[in-house]
């Protein structure tokens, strides 16, 4: 295909409630969108930096930069680009794997678009439908979590996440055991707010029977994750560290984890969270499928990213509504727990384009 416009496209939108995470407060989502029009046709990507450097070094006004100042000028300046040509072609640019993944999708969406093939089918999907959890912000009372946590398994989500700091999470991971019993999928996320000294708390929340522990240490701290691997029963399970299916193949050898968070953004996009999916599934890891706060448009590729074989989780592919009042897109419904996986071309749905004007605070269109 060649390369016509990029426009990257800055939206703001309010989520339904605050999401606190051991990093900090979001109370909305500053979406940097990619539309690519191609003389094929057109696509769509979502960026998942965040607005801070918090959860990953990337932020939103930094992948916009790098995106304009590095990324599209050397795709403008390729003869040709495919989305396997997109990684090799930006490959001297170093990190930026957020920003990367954003256009990849993009121009992915466009040439399946043009060829009338789901992201679904292209990534090798054996499902139709996938099971689907939640992620629980930090709460300000333990009863305000059990309450949040009680409608949301009212709505069907088949798994928990809690997200826990130091100081909130025996007790918290303790109350929700309680209250819904032995059966209720439960597992917790760190963001990395743990190091060796406080490491003997998530010791003593290896009696709650929890499906795993995630990104307790440091990204950069591997050693770390491999000693609590072997202090404990619980699966450690690994988000910020893996960027890659190289660092997932290490982290596993090192016996650093023993599932791990697949997250396109995270790992420079689609294709290469196909290549950490198969290594895992080679290694003998299930991984299951994260999730960034998305809209509609991520939402939808990371919904048929999760419905490859060797994720064996449910992921945190929420409907809409548990994070927006109105939805980019068509909305996606939870269905007993599940959300149907896109059929149509490319990632199988489109943003609207009133809703899309009325959330768009900026637009910069990019041109050969
Ligand atoms: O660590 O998984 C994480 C949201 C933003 C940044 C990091 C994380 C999260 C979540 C929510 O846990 C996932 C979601 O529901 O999209
Ligand atoms: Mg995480």
């Given at each position: 295909m060649k390369l016509k416009t990029v426009e990257l496209r800055r939206i703001a939108?309010?989520?339904?409630?605050?999401?606190?995470?051991?990093?900090?407060?979001?109370?909305?989502?500053?979406v940097l969108l990619i539309h690519v029009v191609t003389d094929e046709g057109e696509g769509w990507g979502e960026c998942v930096a965040l607005t801070d450097p918090f959860y990953s070094s990337?932020?939103?006004e930094g992948a916009h930069a790098i995106l304009r100042d590095y990324l599209i000028p050397r795709l403008f300046a390729a003869p040709e680009v495919t989305a396997t040509s997109v990684a090799p072609l930006l490959g001297d640019v170093l990190g930026h794997r957020m920003a990367k993944a954003a256009i990849e999708t993009a121009i992915l969406d466009a040439e399946l678009r043009a060829h009338d093939i789901s992201f679904a089918s292209y990534l090798g999907a054996v499902r139709t439908e996938v099971e689907c959890g939640v992620s629980v912000g930090i709460a300000a009372s333990i009863d305000q979590l059990l309450e949040e946590v009680a409608s949301y398994v009212k709505e069907g989500y088949l798994r928990i996440k809690l997200k826990i700091e130091p100081g909130w999470d025996v007790?918290?991971?303790?109350?929700?055991?309680?209250?819904?019993g032995p059966d209720l999928r439960l597992q917790v996320d760190a963001n990395s707010a743990y190091d060796a000294a406080t490491s003997v708390q998530l010791e003593a929340l290896d009696e709650f029977s929890l499906l795993l522990i995630e990104q307790p240490f440091a990204e950069d701290d591997l050693h770390q994750h491999t000693v609590l691997s072997q202090r404990i029963r619980t699966a450690v399970c690994l988000d910020e560290s893996i960027t890659s299916a190289r660092v997932a193949a290490d982290a596993i050898r090192r016996g650093a984890c023993s599932v791990i968070n697949v997250k396109a953004g995270r790992m420079g996009g689609y294709?290469?969270?196909?290549?950490?999916?198969d290594v895992c599934d080679a290694l003998g890891i299930p991984v299951w499928c994260g999730g960034m706060l998305e809209t509609g448009i991520g939402r939808a590729a990371n919904v048929a990213l999760a419905a490859l074989p060797n994720f064996r989780y449910p992921g945190d592919t929420s409907a809409s509504?548990?994070?927006y009042e109105e939805d980019i897109t068509e909305p996606f419904v939870l269905r007993d727990g599940k959300l149907p996986v896109p059929t149509g071309p490319g990632m199988g749905v489109q943003p609207r384009p009133d809703v899309l004007q009325a959330l768009t605070t900026?637009?910069?269109?990019i041109q050969s």
């Amino acid at each position: 295909m060649k390369l016509k416009t990029v426009e990257l496209r800055r939206i703001a939108l309010p989520l339904v409630r605050p999401f606190r995470t051991s990093f900090g407060v979001q109370t909305r989502r500053d979406v940097l969108l990619i539309h690519v029009v191609t003389d094929e046709g057109e696509g769509w990507g979502e960026c998942v930096a965040l607005t801070d450097p918090f959860y990953s070094s990337e932020y939103v006004e930094g992948a916009h930069a790098i995106l304009r100042d590095y990324l599209i000028p050397r795709l403008f300046a390729a003869p040709e680009v495919t989305a396997t040509s997109v990684a090799p072609l930006l490959g001297d640019v170093l990190g930026h794997r957020m920003a990367k993944a954003a256009i990849e999708t993009a121009i992915l969406d466009a040439e399946l678009r043009a060829h009338d093939i789901s992201f679904a089918s292209y990534l090798g999907a054996v499902r139709t439908e996938v099971e689907c959890g939640v992620s629980v912000g930090i709460a300000a009372s333990i009863d305000q979590l059990l309450e949040e946590v009680a409608s949301y398994v009212k709505e069907g989500y088949l798994r928990i996440k809690l997200k826990i700091e130091p100081g909130w999470d025996v007790e918290p991971v303790r109350a929700v055991r309680e209250s819904f019993g032995p059966d209720l999928r439960l597992q917790v996320d760190a963001n990395s707010a743990y190091d060796a000294a406080t490491s003997v708390q998530l010791e003593a929340l290896d009696e709650f029977s929890l499906l795993l522990i995630e990104q307790p240490f440091a990204e950069d701290d591997l050693h770390q994750h491999t000693v609590l691997s072997q202090r404990i029963r619980t699966a450690v399970c690994l988000d910020e560290s893996i960027t890659s299916a190289r660092v997932a193949a290490d982290a596993i050898r090192r016996g650093a984890c023993s599932v791990i968070n697949v997250k396109a953004g995270r790992m420079g996009g689609y294709l290469e969270a196909v290549r950490v999916h198969d290594v895992c599934d080679a290694l003998g890891i299930p991984v299951w499928c994260g999730g960034m706060l998305e809209t509609g448009i991520g939402r939808a590729a990371n919904v048929a990213l999760a419905a490859l074989p060797n994720f064996r989780y449910p992921g945190d592919t929420s409907a809409s509504d548990r994070y927006y009042e109105e939805d980019i897109t068509e909305p996606f419904v939870l269905r007993d727990g599940k959300l149907p996986v896109p059929t149509g071309p490319g990632m199988g749905v489109q943003p609207r384009p009133d809703v899309l004007q009325a959330l768009t605070t900026s637009v910069e269109t990019i041109q050969s």
